[in-house]
T-cell receptor
């Protein structure tokens, strides 16, 4: 079982729709969860981070965490073509500062 | 520019040469992480350093790779006797402390081995 799993996609959504990106992790002791956006050929850009169960909203982005189910998601409301990118889920293992990344979900927002 | 600075952006080496990648953390950050992204693969942790200390090198290949973060100057990732399989994007990230702080990434160094 991979430590952090994401569906590779592509996930295709029409402009203006809600994009829902999902991630599961294997280590139940993980404490911190991050979403990064990576455009092709570019570096990862931090979008959201969440530490507690529940929802955290920032503009069009909402991160959701369910530690009991070992599940974290990212919702993007009013999706725009500029949101088309690969979204990386990252997790801090317990007692470590390094990040373990999923392989990413490619999002395509269509006109 | 107060962001994470990496140089060079692109580096070409022939097999057997040495590659040196540099990283200056974001202003106010003293913790540096190196990650490698192979083509069509995810980001993999390599090493975590503070000034003058290697904190976690669990992701570093056992041979040819080394890293340092001296008291003065940038962090250096050094790859000796490069091979074709070392071709990848190498990203540096920084954070203000140890623990669950968000890490901010530099633009990366694209290493190509001829």
């Amino acid at each position: 079982q991979k430590e952090v799993e994401q569906n590779s996609g592509p996930l295709s959504v029409p402009e203006g729709a809600i994009a829902s990106l999902n991630c599961t992790y294997s280590d139940r002791g993980s404490q911190s969860f991050f979403w990064y956006r990576q455009y092709s050929g570019k570096s990862p850009e931090l979008i959201m981070f969440i530490y507690s169960n529940g929802d955290k909203e920032d503009g069009r982005f909402t991160a959701q965490l369910n530690k009991a189910s070992q599940y974290v998601s990212l919702l993007i409301r009013d999706s725009q073509p500029s949101d088309s990118a690969t979204y990386l889920c990252a997790v801090n293992p317990p007692t470590a500062s390094k990040l373990t990344f999923g392989t990413g979900t490619r999002l395509q927002v269509t006109l | 520019n107060a962001g994470v600075m990496q140089n060079p952006r692109h580096l070409v080496r022939r097999r057997g040469q040495e590659a040196r990648l540099r990283c200056s953390p974001m202003k106010g950050h003293s913790h540096v992480y190196w990650y490698r992204q192979l083509p069509e693969e995810g980001l993999k942790f390599m090493v975590y350093l503070q000034k003058e200390n290697i904190i976690d090198e669990s992701g570093m290949p056992k041979e040819r790779f080394s890293a340092e973060f001296p008291k003065e100057g940038p962090s250096i990732l050094r790859i000796q006797q490069v091979v074709r399989g070392d071709s990848a994007a190498y990203f540096c990230a920084s954070s203000p402390g140890q623990g669950p702080y968000p890490q901010h990434f530099g633009d990366g160094t694209r290493l190509s081995i001829l």
